[in-house]
Protein backbone atom coordinates (compact mmCIF):
# COMPACT_ATOMS: atom_id res chain seq x y z
CA UNK A 1 0.00 0.00 0.00
CA UNK A 2 1.35 3.56 -0.69
CA UNK A 3 2.09 5.91 2.02
CA UNK A 4 1.94 9.72 1.59
CA UNK A 5 4.03 11.83 4.28
CA UNK A 6 2.46 14.98 3.77
CA UNK A 7 1.88 18.56 6.40
CA UNK A 8 -1.05 20.64 6.05
CA UNK A 9 -0.76 23.91 4.06
CA UNK A 10 2.27 22.46 1.85
CA UNK A 11 2.54 21.26 -1.89
CA UNK A 12 1.56 17.71 -0.50
CA UNK A 13 -2.26 18.64 -0.77
CA UNK A 14 -1.56 18.19 -4.39
CA UNK A 15 -0.44 14.51 -4.44
CA UNK A 16 -3.05 13.59 -1.70
CA UNK A 17 -6.03 14.71 -3.79
CA UNK A 18 -4.42 12.44 -6.43
CA UNK A 19 -4.20 9.62 -4.59
CA UNK A 20 -8.00 9.79 -3.34
CA UNK A 21 -9.25 10.75 -7.21
CA UNK A 22 -7.30 7.42 -7.80
CA UNK A 23 -8.74 5.79 -5.80
CA UNK A 24 -5.90 4.38 -4.47
CA UNK A 25 -4.93 2.01 -0.99
CA UNK A 26 -2.90 4.54 0.84
CA UNK A 27 -2.57 5.84 4.34
CA UNK A 28 -1.13 9.41 4.93
CA UNK A 29 1.32 10.28 7.89
CA UNK A 30 1.28 13.46 9.08
CA UNK A 31 4.80 15.14 9.18
CA UNK A 32 4.84 17.36 12.28
CA UNK A 33 6.52 20.47 10.73
CA UNK A 34 5.45 23.18 13.43
CA UNK A 35 7.91 20.70 15.97
CA UNK A 36 10.67 20.25 13.07
CA UNK A 37 9.61 16.95 12.36
CA UNK A 38 10.95 17.16 8.41
CA UNK A 39 14.48 17.38 10.38
CA UNK A 40 14.24 14.58 12.80
CA UNK A 41 16.40 11.52 11.51
CA UNK A 42 13.50 9.31 11.22
CA UNK A 43 11.90 11.37 8.48
CA UNK A 44 15.17 12.21 7.01
CA UNK A 45 15.64 8.52 6.52
CA UNK A 46 12.82 8.46 4.48
CA UNK A 47 13.32 11.84 2.53
CA UNK A 48 16.60 13.18 2.84
CA UNK A 49 15.76 16.23 1.70
CA UNK A 50 13.40 17.15 4.30
CA UNK A 51 10.51 18.30 2.97
CA UNK A 52 7.12 16.91 1.74
CA UNK A 53 5.03 15.19 -0.64
CA UNK A 54 7.50 11.86 -0.31
CA UNK A 55 5.36 8.92 -1.31
CA UNK A 56 6.48 5.10 -0.07
CA UNK A 57 5.93 2.79 -2.85
CA UNK A 58 6.65 -0.75 -2.97
CA UNK A 59 9.82 0.21 -5.29
CA UNK A 60 10.96 3.01 -2.89
CA UNK A 61 10.32 6.50 -2.35
CA UNK A 62 9.46 9.38 -4.91
CA UNK A 63 9.52 13.15 -4.16
CA UNK A 64 8.47 16.28 -5.69
CA UNK A 65 5.34 16.81 -6.80
CA UNK A 66 5.17 16.64 -10.73
CA UNK A 67 7.10 12.99 -10.52
CA UNK A 68 4.48 11.95 -7.53
CA UNK A 69 1.11 13.18 -9.05
CA UNK A 70 2.30 11.66 -12.78
CA UNK A 71 3.26 8.51 -11.27
CA UNK A 72 -0.13 8.27 -9.32
CA UNK A 73 -1.75 8.67 -12.99
CA UNK A 74 0.24 6.05 -14.38
CA UNK A 75 -0.27 3.56 -11.77
CA UNK A 76 -4.20 4.21 -11.99
CA UNK A 77 -4.68 4.60 -16.00
CA UNK A 78 -8.37 3.82 -16.04
CA UNK A 79 -8.73 6.96 -13.99
CA UNK A 80 -7.57 9.47 -16.92
CA UNK A 81 -5.88 12.13 -15.02
CA UNK A 82 -3.13 12.54 -16.99
CA UNK A 83 -3.20 13.15 -20.97
CA UNK A 84 -0.84 9.97 -22.08
CA UNK A 85 -2.35 9.75 -25.16
CA UNK A 86 -1.37 12.16 -26.98
CA UNK A 87 2.99 13.40 -26.73
CA UNK A 88 2.04 17.19 -27.23
CA UNK A 89 -0.89 17.40 -24.74
CA UNK A 90 1.16 15.56 -22.09
CA UNK A 91 4.40 17.54 -22.99
CA UNK A 92 2.06 20.98 -22.53
CA UNK A 93 0.56 19.54 -18.98
CA UNK A 94 4.14 18.67 -17.79
CA UNK A 95 4.98 22.18 -18.48
CA UNK A 96 2.08 23.38 -16.65
CA UNK A 97 2.82 21.54 -13.39
CA UNK A 98 6.78 22.40 -14.32
CA UNK A 99 6.21 25.69 -13.81
CA UNK A 100 4.04 25.60 -10.79
CA UNK A 101 6.78 23.53 -9.35
CA UNK A 102 9.69 26.00 -10.68
CA UNK A 103 7.98 29.29 -10.42
CA UNK A 104 5.30 29.80 -8.55
CA UNK A 105 6.12 28.03 -5.36
CA UNK A 106 9.28 29.27 -5.67
CA UNK A 107 7.50 32.91 -5.45
CA UNK A 108 5.37 32.09 -2.53
CA UNK A 109 8.37 30.22 -0.54
CA UNK A 110 9.90 33.58 -0.10
CA UNK A 111 7.06 34.75 2.14
CA UNK A 112 7.27 31.88 4.26
CA UNK A 113 11.01 30.52 3.66
CA UNK A 114 13.17 32.98 2.98
CA UNK A 115 15.76 32.04 5.06
CA UNK A 116 16.67 29.69 2.70
CA UNK A 117 18.28 32.56 0.20
CA UNK A 118 19.00 34.84 3.06
CA UNK A 119 20.39 36.03 6.46
CA UNK A 120 19.62 40.06 6.81
CA UNK A 121 16.43 40.81 7.77
CA UNK A 122 16.14 43.33 5.69
CA UNK A 123 16.63 41.31 2.58
CA UNK A 124 14.02 38.54 4.42
CA UNK A 125 11.72 41.54 4.57
CA UNK A 126 12.37 42.56 0.95
CA UNK A 127 11.25 39.35 -0.31
CA UNK A 128 8.07 39.88 1.96
CA UNK A 129 7.37 42.66 0.42
CA UNK A 130 8.14 41.26 -3.21
CA UNK A 131 5.51 38.27 -3.30
CA UNK A 132 2.64 39.77 -3.56
CA UNK A 133 3.57 41.12 -6.99
CA UNK A 134 5.45 37.76 -8.05
CA UNK A 135 2.23 35.64 -7.18
CA UNK A 136 0.04 38.20 -8.49
CA UNK A 137 2.11 38.43 -11.80
CA UNK A 138 2.24 34.25 -12.04
CA UNK A 139 -1.12 33.70 -11.57
CA UNK A 140 -2.11 36.65 -14.41
CA UNK A 141 -0.30 34.62 -16.58
CA UNK A 142 -2.41 31.27 -15.36
CA UNK A 143 -5.55 33.25 -16.00
CA UNK A 144 -4.30 34.42 -19.59
CA UNK A 145 -2.68 31.93 -20.82
CA UNK A 146 -2.18 29.01 -19.25
CA UNK A 147 -5.94 27.50 -17.84
CA UNK A 148 -7.35 26.84 -20.74
CA UNK A 149 -10.78 26.01 -18.80
CA UNK A 150 -12.43 24.63 -17.60
CA UNK A 151 -10.14 22.58 -16.29
CA UNK A 152 -6.43 23.37 -16.64
CA UNK A 153 -6.41 20.95 -19.60
CA UNK A 154 -9.86 21.81 -21.28
CA UNK A 155 -12.47 19.35 -20.75
CA UNK A 156 -10.54 16.52 -18.86
CA UNK A 157 -10.03 16.93 -15.05
CA UNK A 158 -6.03 16.09 -14.48
CA UNK A 159 -3.78 15.71 -11.81
CA UNK A 160 -3.03 19.38 -12.80
CA UNK A 161 -6.32 20.65 -11.51
CA UNK A 162 -5.16 19.38 -7.73
CA UNK A 163 -1.83 21.16 -8.41
CA UNK A 164 -3.24 24.41 -9.74
CA UNK A 165 -6.21 24.45 -6.45
CA UNK A 166 -3.05 24.12 -4.27
CA UNK A 167 -1.29 26.79 -4.77
CA UNK A 168 -4.63 29.22 -5.18
CA UNK A 169 -4.74 28.39 -1.51
CA UNK A 170 -1.58 30.24 -1.36
CA UNK A 171 -2.57 33.02 -3.58
CA UNK A 172 -5.10 34.27 -0.86
CA UNK A 173 -2.47 34.24 1.94
CA UNK A 174 -0.05 36.24 -0.16
CA UNK A 175 -2.43 38.65 -0.33
CA UNK A 176 -3.49 38.60 -3.58
CA UNK A 177 -7.11 39.36 -3.98
CA UNK A 178 -9.49 36.80 -5.69
CA UNK A 179 -11.45 39.33 -8.18
CA UNK A 180 -8.03 39.76 -9.96
CA UNK A 181 -7.83 36.32 -11.60
CA UNK A 182 -11.84 35.44 -11.60
CA UNK A 183 -11.22 31.99 -13.82
CA UNK A 184 -8.92 31.04 -11.75
CA UNK A 185 -11.26 31.51 -9.09
CA UNK A 186 -13.76 29.70 -10.52
CA UNK A 187 -11.73 26.67 -10.60
CA UNK A 188 -10.84 26.59 -7.46
CA UNK A 189 -14.48 26.80 -6.53
CA UNK A 190 -15.20 24.03 -9.20
CA UNK A 191 -12.24 21.64 -7.54
CA UNK A 192 -12.94 22.35 -4.22
CA UNK A 193 -16.34 20.81 -4.69
CA UNK A 194 -15.58 17.31 -6.38
CA UNK A 195 -16.00 14.53 -3.34
CA UNK A 196 -12.57 13.63 -3.80
CA UNK A 197 -10.84 16.96 -3.14
CA UNK A 198 -13.27 17.90 -0.09
CA UNK A 199 -12.39 14.87 1.64
CA UNK A 200 -8.81 15.80 1.45
CA UNK A 201 -9.36 19.74 2.07
CA UNK A 202 -10.55 18.44 5.68
CA UNK A 203 -6.62 17.26 6.69
CA UNK A 204 -5.57 20.13 5.19
Avoid at 139 to 153: H, T
Avoid at 184 to 196: D, G, L, M, Q
Wanted: hydrophobic residues 40%; contains cysteine; proline residues 6%.
Amino acid sequence: MLKLHYAPGSCALASHIALEEAGAEYSADLVDFANNAQQSPEYLAINPKGRVPALVTDKGVLTETPAVLVYIAQMFPGKNLAPFDDPWTFARFQSFNSYICSTVHVNFAHLTRGYRWADEQSSLDDMTRKTPQTMAAAFDLIEKDLLAGPWVMGDQYTVADGYLLTVTRWLYRAGVEPERHPRVAEHFKRTSERPAVAKVLESH
